[in-house]
Structures are given as structure tokens and as C-alpha cells.
T-cell receptor
Framework: DTAVSQTPKYLVTQMGNDKSIKCEQN?????MYWYKQDSKKFLKIMFS???????INETVPNRFSPKSPDKAHLNLHINSLELGDSAVYFC??????????????FGPGTRLTVL | GENVEQHPSTLSVQEGDSAVIKCTYS??????FPWYKQELGKRPQLIID?????GEKKDQRIAVTLNKTAKHFSLHITETQPEDSAVYFC?????????????FGPGTRLSVLP
């Protein structure tokens, strides 16, 4: 069974469009994340939700809006796509106890190309 | 906020030699330090981790050391093999609300030459 899944795997779209990426985890974890990995391979956290509550919201344009309908899902919606949004987006989850830390599992990634 | 530095950015070694990658972090509240391996076109996968109450951990050919006082931790790979070639990321994790904040280093591209 896939632990963390994302759809779609590839997304090619025109500038100005709105798109969504979906993420689901079946590990029973309470925390989910979105990362952006650019062409230089930097892994930068964008958002994190713990039990559907936003706990991390890094400096990300407000065109990006995460939505967590329940603790097993964290979707990412992007409005008015720009060329600079082209990257691989990874979803991840962890069962972290705040004073101990826990392993983070990544989804397969969504390669977004904005033309 | 937390800042994680990682060196070197690229590393080439001969098969069978050892490889060492070093990371430093800034936030003394960080308490969990995972290392991830990312092969081309794939997701990052955990290879080893260490918690702040431990100084060293080993798993077969891979070991990690942590110096909390100096705020640095290192990955050691012995008897390297061509399949060890990948990008390696360190991360430092600190509590954030009821969850954790992961901050990743910029990565090290390791090439193992046959």
C-alpha cells in the first residue's frame, strides 16, 4: 500500500491558470507538509498542518493555499500560476511528538511545469 | 528561525572509500536530525536519523554523529558503492505548535566512481 500518495504526478499548464495538487497519507500521521524542490534541488518547506491546523506557513505567495479537509489529506491549490512556480512539489507526513521528532515520509512528488 | 548549512555541495569518491558530509544548525531547540537520500527523479527517503539525546548512531555502512554543543552533525558512509550515488540532505527538526518544523540543508551530490 502506498503510504503517501500525490496526484497528479505531472502537471503542465499555462501561465495564469489555477491548479490543484492532492495528497493523501494512510499512515495515521497527525502532521502533513508541502515542500517545493526547485531546479537546484533545494527542499523548502511551504506549509505544515497538524491535525488540520496550520502550524507552519513560510513566506509563500498568497496564490498558494493549502487545504486540509481531514488529517489524512492536505491539498495544495495554486492560483494565477507563474513561470517561477515550475518545480517539483512534495507532500510529506510525520507522526511527530513535539519534544521527540518523528520520521517524515515523502510522497512521489508532482512535477509542475508552467509554460 | 533555523538555518541549516551543509558541506560539501558535491563529493566524488572512489568505490570502497569513505564519504563524510557535514551539517551545522542554528536553533538550539532542534531535537531530531534525519538524513535523506534522493536518487534522480525519486522522492527523498530516510536513511538514518539521530535524536538530541544521542551522540552517535550506526546502521551497517552508515553512521551519524551529533555534537549538540557545537551544533553540528555528520553522515559517514563507509565502503561506498556505486548505488550510494545520490543527493543527500540533512535536516534539523524543532517543535512547532503540536508538530515539528523540518529545515533541510541544501544537499550534497555524492558520486561514487567505480
Amino acid at each position: 500500500d502506498t503510504a503517501v500518495s500525490q496526484t497528479p504526478k505531472y502537471l503542465v499548464t499555462q501561465m495564469g491558470n489555477d491548479k490543484s495538487i492532492k495528497c493523501e497519507q494512510n499512515l495515521g500521521h497527525d502532521t502533513m507538509y508541502w515542500y517545493k524542490q526547485d531546479s537546484k534541488k533545494f527542499l523548502k518547506i511551504m506549509f505544515s498542518y497538524n491535525n488540520k491546523e496550520l502550524i507552519i506557513n513560510e513566506t509563500v505567495p498568497n496564490r498558494f493555499s493549502p487545504k486540509s479537509p481531514d488529517k489524512a489529506h492536505l491539498n495544495l491549490h495554486i492560483n494565477s500560476l507563474e513561470l517561477g512556480d515550475s518545480a517539483v512539489y512534495f507532500c510529506a507526513s510525520s507522526q511527530g511528538v513535539r519534544d521527540r521528532g518523528g520520521e517524515q515520509f515523502f510522497g512521489p512528488g508532482t512535477r509542475l511545469t508552467v509554460l | 528561525g533555523e538555518n541549516v548549512e551543509q558541506h560539501p555541495s558535491t563529493l566524488s569518491v572512489q568505490e570502497g572509500d569513505s564519504a563524510v558530509i557535514k551539517c551545522t544548525y542554528s536553533d538550539s531547540a532542534s531535537n531530531y536530525f534525519p538524513w535523506y537520500k534522493q536518487e534522480l527523479g525519486k522522492r527523498p527517503q530516510l536513511i538514518i536519523d539521530i535524536r538530541s539525546n544521542v551522540g552517535e548512531k550506526k546502521d551497517q555502512r552508515i553512521a551519524v554523529t551529533l555534537n549538540k554543543t557545537a551544533k553540528h552533525f555528520s553522515l559517514h558512509i563507509t565502503e561506498t558503492q556505486p548505488e550510494d550515488s545520490a543527493v543527500y540532505f540533512c535536516a534539523a527538526t524543532s517543535p512547532r505548535g503540536y508538530g515539528q518544523n523540518f529545515v533541510f540543508g541544501p544537499g550534497t551530490r555524492l558520486s561514487v566512481l567505480p
